[in-house]
């Protein structure tokens, strides 16, 4: 029984940091502005606008072929000169994607009064969010440095314009009515 434990003890001793880097996760910048090569400013549909402090953004990441989730933690978009971009996102790991390896990335935005995170501001319906189109990284890790988003396209967050319910057009259908109806009744009004 010793021995068995023994060997137990040398393999994990051995094996064990042999098999650290495969666990490995690998990495980006996330950073909408870096360097002169990426550069994708996030506007807002309202009114024209770039996004700042008052919206968030966060980033979407996977395998290629895989699901998207989110990495790091929402970043509020700057709301100086930088308008528009995210430029403290540090560094971020993706989730079972190993450094060297290409991964299906994603910037999603949204108002910060629509929720805490991008999927609490879809539920919502009311609009205020936005996303990029999907694009490839190559990651950096363990010893390369963190993939930049290279091929992230700025966009902007849509707004929702409220359809007016069937109810509202009754109203309003019943007030009309009403005002032809007293002009009607009162001949002297005309």
Same mark, same amino acid.
């Given at each position: 029984? %010793?021995?068995?434990? %023994?060997?137990?003890? &040398? ?8 098999? *650290? ?15 002169? &090569? ?14 700042? #402090? ?37 560094? *971020?790991?993706?989730?079972? &994607? $190993? +450094? ?5 990335? %994603?910037? &999603? ?11 609490? $501001?879809?539920?919502? #319906?009311? #609009?205020?969010? /936005? ?8 990651? /950096?890790?363990?010893?390369?440095? +963190?993939?930049?988003?290279? #091929?992230?396209?700025?966009? $902007? ?6 359809? $007016? ?21 009162? +001949?002297?009004?005309?």
């Amino acid at each position: 029984m %010793k021995s068995i434990l %023994k060997a137990c003890l &040398v393999l994990g001793l051995v094996g064990g940091p042999l098999s *650290v880097p495969a666990l490995a996760q690998g990495t980006l910048l996330f950073s909408t502005r870096a360097g002169g &090569v990426v550069s994708a400013p996030v506007s807002y549909l309202g009114d024209g606008s770039l996004v700042d #402090g008052r919206f968030f953004g966060q980033l979407y990441a996977g395998a290629p072929g895989g699901t998207l989730v989110p990495i790091g933690i929402p970043r509020p978009f700057r709301s100086d000169v930088g308008r528009g971009y995210i430029t403290d996102g540090g560094i *971020v790991e993706v989730p079972g &994607v $190993a +450094p060297g390896s290409p991964a299906q990335v %994603k910037l &999603v935005a949204w108002a910060s009064w629509r929720g805490d995170t991008y999927a609490e $501001a879809v539920m919502t #319906g009311m #609009g205020d969010i /936005g996303e990029s189109a999907m694009f490839t990284v190559d990651l /950096g890790g363990g010893i390369m440095p +963190p993939g930049m988003l290279l #091929g992230l396209q700025a966009f $902007a967050v849509s707004i929702i314009i409220p359809e $007016a319910s069937p109810l509202s057009y009754a109203l309003l259908g019943l007030g009309l009515l009403g005002l032809c109806r007293r002009k009607a009744g009162h +001949p002297a009004r005309r």
